[in-house]
C-alpha cells in the first residue's frame, strides 16, 4: 500500500538523520571530562601537542606587540600635509593589533601556557620587524610590509592548526582578516599619497 510505504520510507529518512553515531556516547564523555580535570579546556580529544601550540602563539603574541609599538611610534612621529589621516589610521591598527595580543594571550592560557610578555627576546620572537621609518610614506610601507608577513605566517599556522584545534584557527582566522584589511587600509594611504610627501620627526 502506498500509505504503508511512504510511512516505511519516513521512518528510514528519520533514523537515517538521527544516525549520530560520529559522536561519542554521553557515558565516555563525561567520563574522560572527569580525567585530567586540571587541564581544563584541554581534554583527550586535543591531538595538538600544546607546548608547541603555545609556542606558536606565543610568537604571534611578540609579532602583535611589535606592531603595537610601531605603530604608537609611526601614530606619534606622523607629520606632514596628509598626517591627519595617516594618523587616525596608525591608531586605530595600534588598538586592533593589541585586541589581537589580548585574544591570543587569553587563548595561551587555556591551553595551560604562560604568555611571553617579556621585553628581552621580542623583537627576535617577533615574525615582522620594527622599522621607526622617517617619512610618512616610509612608515605606510614599512607598516605594510609587517601586515604581510603577518598575514603569511598567520596563514601558515591556520593551515597547520587545520581541524586539531578548532578554537584557535577559527581566532587566527579573525585576526588573519583583520591583518588583511590593514594591509588593504595600507595600500590605499599609499595611493592617496604623493611620493616626497609627508615627514616624520626624524
Ligand atoms: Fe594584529
Ligand atoms: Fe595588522
Known sequence: MAQAKRE????????AAADTSFLTDVATLRERARQH???????????????T???VLNDALATEI????RY???????????????KAEFLEHANEEQSHADRIAERIVQLGGEPDLAPDGLASRSHSQYVAGETLREMVVEDLVAERI???SYREIVQWLGDRDP??????EEILASEEEHAD?????LEGMPKDEGRGHG
Open 8 to 15: 516505511r520510507a519516513a521512518g528510514a529518512a528519520a533514523s
Open 37 to 51: 580535570i586540571g587541564e581544563g579546556a584541554v581534554t583527550s580529544t586535543y591531538t595538538l601537542p600544546t607546548e
Open 53 to 55: 601550540v603555545v609556542k
Open 66 to 69: 611589535v606592531c603595537v609599538l
Open 72 to 86: 604608537k611610534r609611526h601614530y606619534f612621529m606622523a607629520e606632514g600635509i596628509h598626517a591627519e589621516s595617516v
Open 150 to 152: 603577518a598575514i603569511d
Open 167 to 172: 578554537t584557535t584557527r577559527k581566532m587566527m
Open 185 to 189: 587600509d595600507l595600500v590605499s594611504l
